[in-house]
DNA sequence: TCAAAAGTGTTACTTGTACACCCATGT
DNA sequence: ACATGGGTGTACAAGTAACACTTTTGA
């Protein structure tokens, strides 16, 4: 081993989020389980270390098939995160016991993914995967609550520079008002709905179905379904 | 050591940018030395192994530091790369006689820096270093090559989301032209020069000096400078 | 009939784009 | 004089923002 130098592994955490019926963001969590304490409460973002033959990508993509059980989800990798506290005694503890082996320090790279919140998640690894609301997810263990809150910002940024990525949190039939409200959710900049509404009707790839909405105390709202072949046709630049 | 699982080291790569009197955007490139094949001249990006105490960032900063001698330099990193077969094996063997130690996977975080090119390059660690057009970047070890091809979108977007960052690779006294042949160098997008113009200079954060060019064979343009103050106190949005 | 949200239309305002025109300087 | 780029002005197009008005539905 080279003296000074940091010679240790490599692991990739992932931030998927979903859109919830009440118009919030939501967070997948899985359960950390501490065999001496077995029930304590413990959450932490999906993660693994990376394998031998593996790139980062190739392990963040195992690790959501691993938590959700869906073939290919998106993701984007966004930033790592390597502060050497970022490990507390606790973390360390934890992974003595997980790993069986003594690991002081450890980096990781963090991952966006979106996936419709209805989807059923089908884990071949986890026992547990709940989906929590950004601003009641509980405390994590390393630096897994700053993780989110990057991600915030990094879907922010996501939207921004690729608008239509925003479809993979909506349901395939949608009304106008939902992709309001979880555009609004993420962008957190005021749109007059009534202008967002004309502006996205004028869309081509934005498909008017013949469907609409049942049940609702005001006039019923049509649904729509996003068109991705006819939007790579001429993909124009949207919502700026 | 876990079994399947990379234990390795992780390093970090800048790839630092600076503008030239001929408009074209370059990269500092250090050498790197075979003690066997002493004449062979081979370039590689800067960068270093991480250190036990050390954030990414910090080694970042550092590898910065003694690249060029100035001590805050402004940074971003943008991506980690962590492909299985980016060291091939003459990287392997350069390794092996550089760290004295057989390191046959590395895991790189790569950044992006911002320096004027006339700024004095004085190294503490290494004995060459050069900037290089980048189209006139030669081969380059390990996959620097898509490293520096990922920091050309990288420095796109950077601009495109805080544009005053381009003053960081301008002389602080500047024309407008140069401000411009500058932003069209990074952005590939044409904008019409007499439009640019007027935009920049009705922007109250872009001052007007009372000195002008000499010895062009035109009317002589006007310098200006940035001013970060008063950038600061009303941070509007700039080219969109 | 009323409240709530859907959906359309109108107008004013802001920004972007194209380009004409005059200015200054060295050859 | 003329080529080259600096710098200003103008006119039109396109996009954005504010908001009035009509429609539909359940209670």
Redesign the pocket.
């Known amino acids: 081993m080279i003296p000074n130098f940091i010679h240790t592994y490599v692991s990739v955490d992932c931030v998927v989020f979903g859109f919830d019926n009440e118009n919030r963001l939501n967070i997948l969590l899985v359960q950390r389980h501490f065999e001496d304490i077995p029930n304590e409460q413990h959450r932490k973002l999906p993660g693994s270390l990376i394998m031998n033959n593996e790139g980062v990508d190739d392990a963040a993509q195992r690790v959501l098939t691993e938590l959700t059980g869906i073939k290919k989800m998106v993701l984007k990798q966004f930033k790592c995160f390597a502060d050497p506290g970022r490990a507390s005694e606790k973390d360390v503890k934890w992974m003595d016991k997980e790993y069986n082996h003594h690991i002081d320090r450890i980096i990781t790279v963090a991952y966006l993914s979106l996936c419709k919140i209805d989807r059923k998640i089908n884990s071949s690894k986890y026992e547990t995967v709940d989906w929590f609301p950004v601003d009641k997810v509980p405390d994590l263990p390393f630096d897994h609550n700053q993780i989110i809150q990057e991600s915030l910002i990094e879907i922010r940024k996501w939207i921004e520079s690729d608008f239509t990525i925003i479809f993979e949190l909506l349901p395939k039939k949608f009304?106008?008002?939902?992709l309001?409200q979880l555009y609004s959710a993420i962008s957190e900049k005021?749109?007059?709905?009534?202008?967002f509404?004309?502006?996205i009707?004028s869309f081509n790839y934005i498909i008017?179905l013949d469907e609409?909405?049942?049940?609702?105390?005001?006039?019923?709202?049509?649904y729509?379904s996003f068109d991705q072949k006819i939007y790579k046709k001429n993909n124009?630049k949207l919502?700026?």
């Open positions: 009304t106008i008002r939902q309001y005021y749109i007059d709905i009534k202008n509404h004309k502006k009707s008017q609409i909405e049942t049940n609702v105390s005001h006039r019923a709202a049509r729509y124009t919502i700026k």
